[in-house]
């Protein structure tokens, strides 16, 4: 009689089956033991119950034969020639893998440490020889639960994996439109150093750089509520107003109060964006900055010593749709080689493999033993490696250093770029544009974006943007602030006199009800590029024009800088510049041509 | 559980305690906590007495509170924060929307 056997029903021979009974088949038992006897029983019990049945004379066999034919069950014997119970058991669950085969070992072995290998070697279950038909019966049903279990997890695992894998390809085209939309634009990242650590594919710390016409960089390091794509959607209308505002020359305020309105509306209540806002001059030796809900910002000297610490002033944006009366940005007196650091607090809450936070005082700590001139920006990411180890982060991280140097802005040039445009249209054909703001309309209202708007919508303004917005800026500064609010620019040469001005300022912006100022542009265009005549007209008293014009030449000449009015840079970027009357009206000249 | 939430006898107060971290992880058990109180009270007392812990979800589950709060005219008081979490609501300004009682 061949040794390997298969059958339902009455038994046959060799390769045979048994046939399959009335009842629905429970599938495929293999039956692995040397003794005829013990083969026979299970036979005649398993074919009532409804298995197609294989069978198998010693280990070896029984492995080829799963191999081969596969079994939904196995009733294993221990002591076998060639191959015994253990080592068939150890290959077939092998060859299963992840598919779950209940093997149950049939044994007249009583010994405790033989039945516990069973289990050891990946035997589900054991039953001892004699053993009655109903314990069997129980045994087969509990093994099939347990199989049946695995088989559905198994089915769940693999629509899991393929939802996953789409979910990751749809989270990966978005998270390329995303770095296409909100991060590649960003500007002078050669100059600033970034740490950026998300807790998911998509950051919900959001980093935005970009230029002003008058070539000052605006900064804006934002942290969203919680993380993910939930986290990163505000990101995209953020992005947006921030540049379109930015190169259109609004100040920060603005910026912050149309970003503020755009989430408020657009966000679930439950979201905002906790963020700070920095307008960088380095040429002016000055900062703008706003905090609203983010961990202090921290200015650090070129010694590597803190020197002064910007903590949250504000309400995160997006909460409520007004900014309110306490929105307020902050001027900040910087020097050259001074370093702005601005993080989020995923840097504080950054945890280790233990549980335990980085925390306020660690940083503290670090900045305390960087006083010495190391780089503050260097330390902290290498201690924050080192704390938090293979331990992913639970939350965004980011760390932004932001260095004053004379390269991160831009001094607008007349002419540079590009070269002149040929303006087509006859000779003798102009272009007028005016705008006359009383009151406090001076106040709520900055006219020199809506000028220079109308004049890009004009004429592609190219390379000459940034001086236009340097010339407007300049001459309405003049005619608002010692014009119209009668501020002396001579406070401003004094180091504490900086900031107090800019507050005197704000302070009697607030409380104007009368005075005007007028802007008359024409544009004229010529025979290669254009020329347009800038006018202006404050309510103010004027001043001595004559004499501080001629101061003004020396001290360019002297090279002292630009101080008073502006005038010295007026003069290098006009064609033309003259003051009239008592000084309040004043006209530019400005040239396409070169 | 890290949420225990109950209303006051007469109906006016519903006081929900929040123990361990208070983050992402009890968004759903919050949001339960005063969604489902019956009639409509006058103020909800958030306890932080046996919180250690605050992230910025935590704060957007105070601001939807403080919306469901609001369609019933009703105030938000949180009591008791940590020293931690205490400095959390400082930075985010959030005592300009909420009463805070502050640990004695």
Known sequence: ?594 | MQIHSSLSADGREVTIAIEGRFDHTVQHDFRNAYRYQDGWPERYRIILTRADYMDSSALGMLLLLRDHAQTGNADVVIVEPSEQIMKILETAHFNQLFTIIRAT
């Not at chain 1, 905002?272 to 921290?298: H, K, N, Y």
């Not at chain 1, 705008?435 to 890009?456: C, M, N, R, S, T």
Request: charge should be negative; charged fraction near 25%; hydrophobic fraction near 40%.
């Open chain 1, 1 to 594: 009689m061949s040794s390997v056997g298969r059958t339902a029903g009455p038994a046959v021979g060799a390769g045979a089956t048994s046939g399959a009974p009335a009842t629905a088949s429970r599938g495929r038992a293999l039956v692995v033991d040397d003794r005829a006897s013990n083969r026979a029983l299970l036979e005649a019990l398993l074919v009532k119950e409804g298995f197609e049945v294989l069978f198998a004379v010693d280990g070896r066999q029984g492995v080829s034969l799963f191999e081969r034919e596969g079994a939904d069950i196995v009733f294993m014997d221990v002591m076998m020639p060639v191959m015994d119970g253990y080592e068939a058991t150890r290959r077939i669950k092998a060859l299963a893998g992840d598919c779950f085969v209940p093997v149950i070992f049939v044994t007249s072995l009583s010994d405790t440490h033989a039945l516990a290998r069973c289990i050891e070697v990946g035997g589900d279950d054991f039953l001892n020889a004699p053993y009655e038909q109903t314990i069997l019966r129980a045994r087969i049903l509990a093994a099939e639960r347990v199989r049946d279990l695995n088989r559905k997890i198994q089915e769940q695992n693999r629509e899991l994996n393929t939802l996953h894998n789409h979910m990751q390809r749809e989270q990966e085209i978005a998270e390329r439109i995303f770095s296409e939309a909100v991060t590649q634009p960003n500007v002078a990242l050669n100059h600033i150093r970034t740490l950026l650590r998300p807790a998911a594919t998509f950051n919900g710390d959001l980093l935005l750089t970009a230029r002003r016409p008058s070539g000052e960089l605006n900064v804006l390091l934002g942290d969203f509520t919680g993380h993910g794509l939930a986290a990163a959607v505000g990101a995209l209308p953020t992005a947006e107003v921030f540049r379109a505002m930015t190169s259109k020359g609004f100040s920060a305020a603005d910026i912050l109060r149309e970003i503020n309105y755009k989430l408020a509306t657009l966000l679930p209540p439950s979201m905002f964006l906790a963020a700070c806002f920095l307008t960088l001059d380095p040429a002016q030796r000055s900062a703008a900055v706003w905090s609203g809900g983010m961990p202090e910002i921290l200015v650090i000297g070129d010694d590597g010593a803190l020197k002064r610490r910007v903590p949250s002033m504000h309400l995160p944006l997006g909460i409520n749709t007004s900014l309110g009366d306490t929105f307020k940005i902050e001027r900040l007196e910087v020097e050259a080689d001074d370093r702005i650091l601005l993080l989020s607090d995923g840097l504080l809450d950054a945890r280790n493999p233990a549980g335990e936070m980085f925390g306020r005082s660690r940083l503290e700590a670090l900045l305390e033993s960087c006083s010495n001139g190391a780089s503050v920006f260097g330390r902290i990411t290498r201690e924050l490696s080192g704390f938090c180890q293979w331990r992913l982060p639970d939350d965004d991280i980011t760390l932004v250093e932001i260095p004053c140097v004379p390269g991160l802005a831009e001094v607008p040039q007349a002419g540079a770029g590009r070269g002149v445009e040929q303006v087509t249209g006859a000779a003798g054909c102009l272009w007028r544009w005016s705008i006359e703001l009383h009151g406090h309309w001076l106040g709520d209202v900055d006219p020199v974006p809506v000028a220079l708007a109308q004049l890009q919508e004009l004429h592609d303004l190219g390379s000459h943007r940034q001086a236009l917005y340097t010339v407007l800026f300049e001459l309405y500064s003049n005619a608002l602030e010692h014009g119209v609010l009668g501020l002396d620019s001579e406070i401003k040469s004094s180091e504490e006199g900086f900031s107090s001005y800019y507050s005197e300022r704000e302070e009697r912006l607030a409380a104007l009800a009368e005075g005007s100022v007028r802007i008359d542009l024409v544009y004229q265009p010529g025979e290669r590029g254009g020329s347009l005549l800038i006018r202006l007209e404050d309510s103010g008293e004027g001043f001595p024009h004559e004499s501080v014009c001629a101061g003004a030449a020396s001290s360019l000449r002297d090279n002292k800088g630009f101080s008073g009015r502006g005038i010295p840079l007026l003069t290098s970027l006009c064609e033309s510049l003259h003051f009239e009357g008592a000084g309040n009206c004043v006209e530019a000249v400005y040239n396409w041509d070169v």
